[in-house]
């Protein structure tokens, strides 16, 4: 039996529940909490508490730096330390606050490393974007050698522990699902698929104008452009995109002036954070999204919401965020020459572009629309405590 995504049925007012959201608060997750912020305001009748873990001060950052020589083999456990220390610090705030709710809803398995015994007490929901198997090959600041399975399966005996204890657990995608049921054993029956999705934006146009000086406008978007393959995508350009676009990329880092290429570098978070990247995103035609790591990929689901189709790499769950030769295209991991062929296609056919936008923001709309995933955790929240009619006190 596969792993079904949540029903988003129509809930009815019952007694208050009181849940408590504990979050690693990076990147992805941070954004994931804030739309949930705002669905959640929908329900009066929901009591709503978010832990989420500051950022890592001088203690957390000595356990988890990474040792000169034994990192370039992956040998010195950093990955774990790392984990061990942000846990530690989830646990305490645990320890004063989860006894007080009627459901815990840990984001991810990480942060709950060393409360797997708490977790056991009360109705718990974990809800995680990548195993240990899939993340331990996929961080950004270090590349997968030899040694890479054992340290993946240090972690990993802690890892099975916060899945045992956990009521259920909620995958962000198919990806992440398989990977619980063939790698570590866990029941189809106690996994569901939610993928947390954000806030749509109204448009006040039917499709992007995608044109800068006549040329349609590729646009970028990521804080590392290493890790996001934003360099390579202005390798690309170099080499002959240039005639057919112009590329603007959206990043904190510092990158040289050229013609054709325009850098935005002070958007801090997602549109629903700065306004301005709708904005943007309605004056471009393609969204180039060349990263292999990420596991879920919000850029990308930004776009597809601002009627942008996006040219991604077939990997991880973003393969599941864009639908190939519907909303985007996607071609296979590490073929870059193939992404400049998608994004060519796409830059020269304007009727294609504008119909994959359309049925990219009508993929937004049903799927990834924050009130459809909210309300299909707080489905799941009642399933789990057993009150079906889930605590709402009203019906998005």
Known sequence: MTATTC???????????RLLFVSENIGGHATLHRHLRLGLRE?????????????????????????PGLARLDLDLQMFRAQMALS?????????????????????????????????RQPTIVTLDATTAQSGYLLPYRYPTRFTPYSVRVSQRWERRVYDAATVLVAKTEWVAASLREEYGVDPERIRIIPFGMEIPELADAAPAGLSAGLPRVTFIGNSLERKGGWRLLELYRR???????LTLV???GVPAEAGVTVVNDIRGGMGADSRLLRLLRDTAVLAFPSQQDTF??????????????????????????????????VDPGDYDGLAVALLRLLDDEALRHRMGAAARRRALERFDRRVTTMALLTLVGEVLGTPETAAGSSP
């Open 7 to 17: 029903p988003t049925l129509p809930v009815t007012p019952r007694s208050t529940r």
């Open 43 to 67: 329900y009066p009748d929901v009591v709503a508490d978010f832990c989420e873990v500051p950022v890592p001060g001088l203690l957390r950052r000595v356990v988890g730096a990474q040792v």
């Open 88 to 120: 530690y610090q989830v646990r305490r705030k645990l320890l004063s606050r989860a006894a007080d709710v009627d459901l815990l809803h840990v984001y991810t398995h990480n942060a709950a490393l060393l409360s797997a015994d708490l977790l056991r």
């Open 240 to 246: 002959g995109l240039r005639e057919h676009c112009e």
């Open 251 to 253: 990043t904190p880092q």
């Open 297 to 330: 990929g919000y850029a990308a689901m930004e776009a597809q919401a601002a009627g942008v189709p996006v040219v991604a790499f077939r990997v991880t769950g973003v393969q599941e965020v864009i639908e190939n030769e519907v909303t985007g295209l996607l």
